[in-house]
């Protein structure tokens, strides 16, 4: 296989249909650009979904945080860059650069788990190839955001909604898509907090998988100004209690 770059870069268009009432591009559809390049990256270099699932092996993803100074436009075409910064034993990170007109608007960092889609258990990542994701290491070009970190959240935190997931919020891999799990959270807001504010980061952990039929509650809290802390619990026939699948944190700015 021909050595490729270690960064991948993707030319995007912003589609109307993708972009909310201010015509910017909507945050879960940002991260569904992000998401895809990180596949087609992976899998143009040997490592990715294309081969895996010849194994019995996926990517799973574990954290994502997008840090944004502004989102692209309806109509416009902007860029997402792609790298691995590093790779250890059952985790990789990987970075994104988002730009315009050649200028930066934002950046992207994440986390990813590889597992076994039988046992659902995590895999060596370093063993897929002789570790061919190491070649495409790149620890020099500068991501300049925050690392994502634990998402703390108290018991006083309020369940603000209770939703029953269905099937559109199911993935290729039988459990709730990541993005929605965004949109969800995205939607406790209402219209008009949105035209007057914008969101300036958006950091999100997965805990655990959830599936179609689940009930997702989300527990709301104000960190500080403007930013919030949002814990979501699963319910279901088979639970005694609630089980936490995801974590996030969101900062806004005023337009």
Known sequence: MEKLSKIGSYELLAEPFHCDFSHHLFMGNLGNHLLNAADFHSNERGYGMHYLNTIQRTWVLSRLTIEMNEMPIAYERFRVDTWVDAVVRFFT??????????????????????????????????NIRDGLISQYVDVLTPCPIEKGSRVKISGDAKCVRSITTTYSDVDMNGHINS?????????????????????????????AESHCGDVLNFYLEEEKEHTYAVRITISNELTT???EVVRCKLAFIKN
């Open 93 to 126: 990170s990987r970075n994104f650069r988002i730009s315009k007109d050649n200028r930066v608007i934002g950046y992207g960092k994440s986390i990813w788990a590889m597992i076994d889609t039988a046992t659902r258990q995590p895999v060596d990542i370093l």
């Open 179 to 207: 993005v929605k799990y965004i949109e969800h959270v995205l939607d406790l807001w209402s219209l008009d907090w949105y035209k007057q504010y914008s969101i300036k980061r958006f950091d999100i952990a997965y805990v």
């Open 241 to 243: 209690k609630e089980i």
